[in-house]
């Protein structure tokens, strides 16, 4: 017999160690991890094997499904919007066929099981594209069909591999004879920037607002590459792991779309510099936009409608901008930097 796990890629990443942390510490799983940069000791414990290899190898995945009987696969693994920018071919490569790899395996592992295997697929504001920054301004709370019209990468990579998910879902072989009923079962989070207290993400473009946080509570200089007046959705890591949990333990008759914005509060970058100043008077930073990067972040939405997410699973964050900073991010990151 296999031992039934949770396959969790890009476990080392920021999202990777909210959730390893989370099932871990339930401890109602055995996770299966899997990483291109070793795991972080701290994370080991929590899981039954670490796998140190690429999602572009076959040959990594298919010893998976000889070991191992999946019930869910949390892919995390992805290179970021500005990261992308640099490299497209190879983000494309990582962030598509990557993703079709791990479908596939999800297919196979279903197939073998009789059962649907979850698959549960973290996309992002990035996956929109609004054509200019009066369109912006007026778009209010933009819904998940809203302009999609991505123009990084990594966008049209997480909008691509929303469909891909939805395809393997309800389309998958369809014109076989033998077509199988139990494929996967994708739902998907449109995540807007994402803080965390514990890790600084990287390669991304709406890094600004942990990047100035982090910097300032080390007391060190920090220049932020948009305009004061740029305005993103944030949420913090706890209501991330929230969502991604909520949304896997749904019952599948109560999600009327596999695709769900989530979000929690959507600050001026100006309103993000004058919290952290409060919290760390003398806080050195500078506005000095980079006009790629700003350009970027100004084809994301300020603000997304998760009311499909209330609405279908009961979505509601329990950090809102004041209990972010003030319960969670402040008094972690003071303590992670105390002398
Ligand atoms: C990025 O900036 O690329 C990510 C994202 C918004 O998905 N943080």
């Not at 920021?14 to 070793?38: R, W």
């Not at 190879?90 to 479908?103: F, K, M, Y």
Request: charged residues 20%; negative net charge.
């Amino acid at each position: 017999m296999r031992k039934e796990v949770v396959l969790i890629t890009g476990a080392n990443g920021e999202i990777g160690h909210g959730l390893i942390t989370h099932l871990g510490e339930k401890g109602n799983f055995s996770i299966v991890a899997l990483d291109v940069s070793p795991l972080d000791k701290s994370l080991m414990k929590y899981c039954e094997r670490f796998i140190l290899g690429d999602i572009l190898d076959t040959m990594i995945l298919g010893r998976l499904v000889v070991e191992f009987e999946i019930r869910t696969i949390y892919h995390l693994a992805s290179i970021l919007s500005t990261k992308a920018e640099y490299n497209p071919e190879t983000a494309h490569r990582i962030n598509v066929e990557g993703t079709l790899n791990l479908l596939r395996l999800a297919v196979e592992q279903a197939a073998w099981q009789g059962r649907p295997v979850k698959f549960i697929y973290p996309s992002s504001i990035a996956a929109y594209g609004i054509p200019d920054l009066k369109t912006k301004e007026t778009a209010g709370k933009v819904k998940e069909s809203d302009y999609l019209q991505p123009t990084t990468m990594y966008g049209c990579n997480k909008l691509y591999c929303e469909h891909l998910g939805r395809y393997y879902s309800s389309f998958y072989r369809q014109l076989a004879a033998d077509r199988s009923q139990n494929t996967i079962d994708f739902r998907c989070l449109r995540f807007p920037g994402l803080i965390s207290a514990v890790t600084i993400p990287t390669g991304g473009t709406s890094d600004y607002g942990p990047e100035m946080l982090h910097h300032a509570a080390q007391g060190m200089h920090y220049d932020c590459f948009v305009r004061p007046d740029t305005r993103l959705p944030f949420m913090v890591m706890p209501d991330a792991i929230k969502s991604i949990l909520h949304l896997e333990a749904a019952p599948a008759e109560a999600l009327s779309q596999r695709v769900y914005n989530v979000t929690s509060f959507s600050p001026t970058a100006q309103e993000f510099y004058e919290i952290i100043a409060r919290a760390f008077p003398g806080a050195d930073v500078a506005f000095k936009p980079h006009a790629s990067r700003q350009g970027i972040v100004d084809t994301w939405p300020g603000d997304v409608d998760d009311s499909a997410a209330c609405r279908d699973w009961n979505w509601s964050p329990d950090y809102d901008q004041a209990r972010s900073f003030d319960d969670y991010l402040l008094p972690a990151i003071r303590q992670r930097y105390a002398k």
